[in-house]
């Protein structure tokens, strides 16, 4: 069986409180984009896992589809499965891939062994693997709460619009991101922001990360700069970096230089 997990960017990203377990309470939408791992499991005489495409850190029982896969097998006694990751989505990019490959590992072995398990019984099995990762088991727009692990319907859709990501080649550790920040209770509730049309996020949609980044790495400011210049609607770094987004109401022509970076565009 053969999924395709996806990432995603946050529209707005509020580090509202640190928490007593060293974690940070957040508020952020998050979106479903269409860049995509491929990840193939079987079932096989043997576990094995590979991987293709960009290098994943770490080894064979570190990565996030391992980790779910054994996890499952803890409770269900799966049988041996031949796991196959082609990786694409970039990584340390705040784009929450690794998650995404997690969530979708659970999501695949419950169907493809018929476990029976529900989106609620998924999700709780995806919180302890990754903050982001219960997310990509509905893998809808939602406002994010908590540890982003928490979600309640928001009304926001980018169908039409054209989003640029642009990855600026720099891997960013979340956890280092997360110290660059002082948590404050944000004055108005992303989720109201939200809903006011998309023209008016410029000046009211903010991402606590952006400050502490951009001071580090000038160059995210540049690119987003850079993408209001081309006309973005709404322009953001997405998680903890170092993607940066732009949403635009048409397709943009991008300059020669960005060509150093690694760029996606695409109608939603
Ligand atoms: C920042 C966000 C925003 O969507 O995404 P990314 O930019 O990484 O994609 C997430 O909060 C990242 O979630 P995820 O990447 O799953 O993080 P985890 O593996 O759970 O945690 C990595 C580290 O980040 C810090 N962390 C993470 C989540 C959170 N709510 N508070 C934290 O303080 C902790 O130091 C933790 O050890
Ligand atoms: N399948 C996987 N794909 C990507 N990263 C993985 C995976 N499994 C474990 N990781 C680890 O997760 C971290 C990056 O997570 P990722 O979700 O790609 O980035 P981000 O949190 O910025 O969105 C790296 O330290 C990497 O070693």
Known sequence: MVFFPNAKINIGLRITEKRSDGFHNLESCFYPVPLSDLLEIMPASETSFTTGGIAIPGNIATNLCMRAYERLKQDFGLPPVRIHLHKLIPIGAGLGGGSADAAFTLRLLNEQFDLGLSVEQLEEYARPLGSDCAFFIQNRPMYCFEKGDRFAEIDVSLKGYTLVLIYPNLAISTAEA?????????????????????????????????????????????????????????????????????IFAQPVELPAHFDAYQVWQKVL
Do not use: C
Request: aromatic letters at 14%; hydrophobic letters at 35%.
């Open 178 to 246: 997360y110290a660059g920040v002082r948590p404050q209770q944000p004055a108005a509730s992303l989720r109201t922001l939200l809903q006011e049309p998309l023209e008016s996020w410029k000046d009211t949609v903010q991402n606590d990360f952006e400050k502490s980044l951009f001071s580090m790495y000038p160059i995210l400011d540049f690119i987003k700069q850079e993408l209001y210049h081309l006309g973005a609607l709404y322009a953001s770094m997405s998680g903890s970096g170092s993607t940066l987004y732009g």
